[in-house]
Every structure is written in structure tokens, then in C-alpha cells.
């Protein structure tokens, strides 16, 4: 049985989502396959080779089997898995894994877990895995689409060409986010700064909407100096964002935690903005938002 499920990127909100402030996220097509079969023993075979699931290369594929069993008694089996989506770079490429290994799992053993539960129990593996997660990355992997969250408000979806540029720098989510709250706790005037992402984020569902993807990319550019401003920016990913605009992106800004990482730009001409991301030392994924979640491949 061979199941994808797809990356994310936010259009809005990350960071302030943590202070419970709206976001907006958009499942892209740039997936994860993972494949599974019944074996003598469990084992996962990647481009790295293969290796034994209880090995400690694959936690999030070991966590999943794990959590299936707790619902249903399965044989050991044989993955194999594949990915398009970068790893740690905020694309949600954990998620993904995660909720492609489930689902394949489920569909391989006939055990019906629902779509909704599907998420709740990715989100479980993140968080045994990790300590933290955000429920956000398993939902968008598992539902597909584009979503305002936390309040799981399906949008319409951009109908635009998405690029994401990656500044192959990892930033470290944790300690971006213990860089956010110590200004939150310093500053006063941070509660209204955390509020504006929300503002944004609110204005930029109206655009969606309406299909304005120019204000809808000034909007990201707004957003990307609020970023900037709690500390999460990097001059790698200024680059990519700067050269982003100049190749006609109508928007471009940091994804995920930031810190390097992903940035996200929106255009109706990818290529140039492609190219120039390339130019200025990123690498470049043309994408779309996928309307599917995780699928039967
Ligand atoms: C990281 O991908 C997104 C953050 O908002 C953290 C989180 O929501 O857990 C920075």
C-alpha cells in the first residue's frame, strides 16, 4: 500500500499562532510517499539504505507503527519510503512522513481510522518524538487545502503559483520561539505587535477570497516585517525574500520558524522568481497548494 501526503507552507501567522493568533496555512504539492507490506520483519528502506525500524533513524515511521498497534494487532512490515520535501527546513516534512506511514498503515490493515483522527494521532507521534509540536503541520498533511488555524476554518485556496526558496540554514524552532516570548515577557507593547499578525492574518483571508493576490502579497510583505521585528528574520532568507520581489513576486516571506529555513513567494510568473532565488544562493521549488491531504497512491 503506497500513500503520499503533502508539505505546508503559512501564508500568515506563524509565531503569533503560538500565542493562540490566527494563521493561515496552505497544504503544497510536494509530498512524501511512503509505501508498506507485510514482512518477515520491520524494516525501512530509504536513499539512504535500509535499515531496522527500531534503528534510530526513523523515529517518527517507529512511533506511528507503534501507535497503530496500540489500536490494532499488525504484522511487522517492510516501508519504504521517499520524499520530495526538505527536511527541518519548516515545510512540515515530519508531518508528512508521519501521516503517509498511518495511512498506509490503516488502509494496508483495514482499520478505518477517520481523516480527523487520522491528524490527532499524527499529532501524538510529533509531540512523543519532539516534546513539541504544533497541531497544525499533521492537519495540513492529513486534510489538504488551505486552512485559517487554530480555528480549522477551511479558505479558499491562492490559485496562484507558489515558490519556496530554501536557504539550506536550519533554524532552531524552539529556540526562535524562547526568542519570541522573551520580548513578549520584556516588552509590553508586544501583546499589540502580536495582535497586528492577527489583524494581517484576518485581512488576508478577506483576499483570498476576493482573489486580490497583489494585496494579498503586499499582506505577506507586512507580515514579513512583523517577523523580522520579533527577531525570527535571517539575512539568508532577506536575500531570497528581496530577490523574490525584485524577480515580481507580489509577496515573499519567511515560512515556519524562521532563522534561515524556507521563505514562501507568490506569483503568476514562477520562473524569474525561480531563477532569482537560484541567483542569490537558495535553492528553488515551483509548487501548487495541494487540495488533497494524505492519499492512496
Ligand atoms: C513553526 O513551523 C511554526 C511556529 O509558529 C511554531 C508553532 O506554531 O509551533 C513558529
Same mark, same amino acid.
Given at each position: 500500500?503506497?500513500?503520499?501526503?503533502?508539505?505546508?507552507?503559512?501564508?500568515?501567522?506563524?509565531?503569533?499562532?503560538?500565542?493562540?493568533?490566527?494563521?493561515?496555512?496552505?497544504?503544497?504539492?510536494?509530498?512524501?510517499?511512503?509505501?508498506?507490506?507485510?514482512?518477515?520483519?520491520?524494516?525501512?528502506?530509504?536513499?539512504?539504505?535500509?535499515?531496522?525500524?527500531?534503528?534510530?533513524?526513523?523515529?517518527?515511521?517507529?512511533?506511528?507503527?507503534?501507535?497503530?498497534?496500540?489500536?490494532?494487532?499488525?504484522?511487522?512490515?517492510?516501508?519504504?519510503?521517499?520524499?520530495?520535501?526538505?527536511?527541518?527546513?519548516?515545510?512540515?516534512?515530519?508531518?508528512?512522513?508521519?501521516?503517509?506511514?498511518?495511512?498506509?498503515?490503516?488502509?494496508?490493515?483495514?482499520? @478505518?481510522?477517520?481523516?480527523?483522527?487520522?491528524?490527532?494521532?499524527?499529532?501524538?507521534?510529533?509531540?512523543?518524538?519532539?516534546?513539541?509540536?504544533?497541531?497544525?503541520?499533521?492537519?495540513?498533511?492529513?486534510?489538504? @487545502?488551505?486552512?485559517?488555524?487554530?480555528?480549522?476554518?477551511?479558505?479558499?485556496?491562492?490559485?496562484?503559483?507558489?515558490?519556496?526558496?530554501?536557504?539550506?540554514?536550519?533554524?532552531?524552532?524552539?529556540?526562535?520561539?524562547?526568542?519570541?516570548?522573551?520580548?513578549?515577557?520584556?516588552?509590553?507593547?508586544?501583546?499589540?505587535?502580536?495582535?497586528?499578525?492577527?489583524?494581517?492574518?484576518?485581512?488576508?483571508?478577506?483576499?483570498?477570497?476576493?482573489?486580490?493576490?497583489?494585496?494579498?502579497?503586499?499582506?505577506?510583505?507586512?507580515?514579513?516585517?512583523?517577523?523580522?521585528?520579533? @527577531?525570527?528574520?535571517?539575512?539568508?532568507?532577506?536575500?531570497?525574500?528581496?530577490?523574490?520581489?525584485?524577480?515580481?513576486?507580489?509577496?515573499?516571506?519567511?515560512?515556519?520558524?524562521?532563522? @534561515?529555513?524556507?521563505?514562501?513567494?507568490?506569483?503568476?510568473?514562477?520562473?524569474?522568481?525561480?531563477?532569482?532565488?537560484?541567483?542569490?544562493?537558495?535553492?528553488?521549488?515551483?509548487?501548487?497548494?495541494?487540495?488533497?491531504?494524505?492519499?492512496?497512491?
Amino acid at each position: 500500500m503506497r500513500c503520499s501526503a503533502p508539505g505546508k507552507i503559512y501564508l500568515f501567522g506563524e509565531h503569533a499562532v503560538v500565542y493562540g493568533k490566527k494563521a493561515i496555512a496552505c497544504a503544497i504539492d510536494i509530498r512524501t510517499y511512503v509505501e508498506v507490506g507485510i514482512a518477515e520483519e520491520s524494516v525501512v528502506t530509504s536513499v539512504f539504505g535500509t535499515a531496522p525500524l527500531e534503528s534510530p533513524h526513523y523515529p517518527y515511521m517507529r512511533t506511528a507503527v507503534n501507535k497503530i498497534k496500540e489500536i490494532e494487532e499488525i504484522n511487522d512490515v517492510q516501508i519504504h519510503v521517499d520524499s520530495q520535501i526538505p527536511v527541518g527546513t519548516g515545510l512540515g516534512s515530519s508531518a508528512a512522513v508521519t501521516i503517509a506511514t498511518l495511512e498506509a498503515l490503516n488502509i494496508e490493515f483495514e482499520i @478505518g481510522i477517520p481523516r480527523e483522527e487520522l491528524a490527532r494521532i499524527g499529532h501524538s507521534v510529533e509531540l512523543e518524538v519532539q516534546g513539541s509540536a504544533s497541531p497544525t503541520d499533521t492537519w495540513m498533511s492529513t486534510m489538504g @487545502g488551505t486552512w485559517q488555524v487554530p480555528d480549522r476554518r477551511k479558505l479558499e485556496p491562492p490559485s496562484c503559483a507558489i515558490v519556496v526558496g530554501d536557504t539550506c540554514i536550519a533554524g532552531n524552532t524552539g529556540q526562535l520561539v524562547g526568542g519570541v516570548r522573551r520580548l513578549y515577557d520584556k516588552y509590553s507593547f508586544m501583546e499589540q505587535l502580536i495582535d497586528t499578525f492577527d489583524m494581517v492574518a484576518t485581512e488576508g483571508a478577506r483576499y483570498l477570497k476576493s482573489g486580490d493576490y497583489q494585496s494579498l502579497g503586499e499582506l505577506m510583505n507586512i507580515n514579513q516585517g512583523l517577523l523580522d521585528a520579533v @527577531g525570527v528574520g535571517h539575512p539568508s532568507a532577506t536575500k531570497l525574500i528581496y530577490a523574490a520581489r525584485e524577480a515580481g513576486a507580489w509577496g515573499a516571506k519567511i515560512t515556519g520558524a524562521g532563522g @534561515g529555513g524556507c521563505i514562501v513567494a507568490i506569483t503568476d510568473d514562477p520562473v524569474p522568481v525561480v531563477e532569482a532565488i537560484k541567483d542569490a544562493g537558495g535553492n528553488a521549488y515551483v509548487t501548487e497548494i495541494s487540495l488533497e491531504g494524505v492519499r492512496r497512491e
